[in-house]
């Protein structure tokens, strides 16, 4: 068995973010959500961002049936694609037009997304107001095949996160936040979800990615401030980062996707969630990996 090692403390890329999430590498930079700015941010590796595009019409987060964030990706054919109360792409003229109708899934708002190497869209929803503190219920995941038709492909899901898929595009895996641990399926030729097992527990998922040697980034639950670790299925935890601040999304990208991305805040609890406007305590993070990101997304 392999022993845990920590890698060096991270450098903070960029700095004075409020609450941030689903980061992304495309086109040679990172991408990722500036929530509660309502802001899509692009970054280099040097640090140098710019408002590349903006979220979902804003609401009213604390209202009932408001389950929170938003999450972005990308069709094969390179449109964007964007969760929140519906599943939208952006059209070259920037207008956002509705991707798939699934309303008759769930009717509460979508979080995170992943689009595999096949076209096919996977998101979640949580299905509860988590803002406004309406009790938990089952989350979901939807699939939206390529010829726009969607379904439920998975439920009983306790605040399903981040997803990942493997390269060979055979495996989903799913962070249930509130239960702790990660979830695997195996895909199938339709795109359909079977054999649902856990894939590693004692975590606190968030947003997850995974590696070229199936290793996956993944937040821990045993750290009063932030740590992330890179585990195999299982839970054997390979290498260990600690922060002064919660860690909610880590991305492998980079010329050789070797760099390590971590979005990172001060968490302070549902209540204040705005607070995180003016507090601006969010960051990204970057340091070396010790394997190249793979898969999706």
Same mark, same amino acid.
Request: glycine share 10%; with cysteine; hydrophobic share 40%.
């Given at each position: 068995?392999?022993?845990?090692? !920590?890698? /060096?403390?991270?450098?903070? $890329?960029?700095?004075?973010?409020?609450? %941030?999430?689903?980061?992304?590498?495309?086109?040679?930079? $990172?991408?990722?959500?500036?929530?509660?700015?309502?802001?899509?941010?692009?970054?280099?590796?040097?640090?140098?961002?710019?408002?590349? #595009?903006?979220?979902?019409?804003?609401?009213?987060?604390?209202?009932?049936?408001?389950?929170?964030?938003?999450?972005? *990706?990308?069709?094969?054919?390179?449109?964007?694609?964007?969760?929140?109360?519906?599943? %939208?792409?952006?059209?070259? *003229?920037?207008?956002?037009?509705?991707?798939?109708?699934? !309303?008759?899934?769930?009717?509460?708002?979508?979080?995170?997304?992943?689009?595999?190497?096949?076209?096919?869209?996977?998101?979640?929803?949580?299905?509860?107001?988590?803002? =406004?503190?309406?009790? /938990?219920?089952?989350?979901?995941?939807?699939?939206?095949?390529? *010829?726009?038709?969607?379904?439920?492909?998975?439920? *009983?899901? &306790?605040? /399903?996160?981040?997803?990942?898929?493997?390269?060979?595009?055979?495996?989903?895996?799913?962070?249930?936040?509130?239960?702790?641990?990660?979830?695997?399926? @195996?895909? +199938?030729?339709? #795109?359909?979800?079977?054999?649902?097992?856990?894939?590693? +527990?004692?975590?606190?998922?968030?947003?997850?990615?995974?590696?070229?040697?199936?290793?996956?980034?993944?937040?821990?639950?045993?750290?009063?401030?932030? &740590?992330?670790?890179?585990?195999?299925?299982?839970?054997?935890?390979?290498?260990?980062? @600690?922060?002064?601040?919660?860690?909610?999304?880590?991305?492998?990208?980079?010329?050789?996707?070797?760099?390590?991305?971590?979005?990172?805040?001060?968490?302070?609890?549902?209540?204040?969630?705005?607070?995180?406007? =003016?507090?601006?305590?969010?960051?990204? $993070?970057?340091?070396?990996?010790?394997?190249?990101?793979?898969?999706?997304?």
């Amino acid at each position: 068995m392999s022993s845990t090692t !920590s890698l /060096p403390e991270p450098k903070v $890329l960029v700095d004075g973010l409020a609450y %941030v999430e689903s980061p992304r590498w495309h086109e040679g930079r $990172l991408w990722f959500a500036h929530w509660r700015m309502g802001e899509i941010v692009a970054v280099d590796t040097d640090g140098n961002s710019e408002v590349v #595009g903006h979220g979902p019409p804003k609401v009213n987060a604390a209202a009932p049936g408001h389950s929170l964030g938003w999450s972005i *990706d990308w069709l094969p054919d390179g449109r964007l694609l964007m969760t929140g109360k519906e599943l %939208v792409h952006r059209e070259l *003229d920037a207008s956002l037009v509705r991707h798939a109708d699934l !309303s008759d899934i769930a009717n509460i708002g979508w979080n995170e997304i992943v689009v595999d190497g096949r076209g096919n869209v996977y998101v979640n929803s949580i299905r509860f107001g988590f803002i =406004a503190g309406e009790p /938990p219920t089952s989350g979901i995941i939807a699939l939206v095949s390529p *010829d726009g038709s969607a379904r439920k492909v998975a439920d *009983d899901l &306790a605040f /399903p996160s981040g997803m990942v898929i493997t390269p060979d595009n055979s495996t989903l895996i799913i962070a249930e936040s509130f239960a702790g641990h990660l979830t695997a399926f @195996d895909i +199938e030729a339709d #795109g359909s979800l079977s054999n649902r097992r856990v894939w590693a +527990e004692d975590l606190g998922p968030d947003g997850i990615c995974v590696d070229a040697e199936n290793a996956i980034w993944v937040q821990t639950s045993d750290s009063p401030e932030g &740590a992330i670790v890179r585990i195999r299925e299982g839970g054997e935890v390979l290498e260990r980062i @600690d922060h002064d601040r919660t860690i909610f999304a880590a991305m492998l990208g980079g010329a050789d996707r070797t760099t390590l991305f971590l979005l990172a805040a001060e968490w302070r609890g549902i209540e204040p969630v705005d607070e995180g406007i =003016a507090a601006r305590t969010g960051q990204v $993070l970057i340091t070396k990996a010790p394997a190249p990101g793979a898969g999706w997304p």
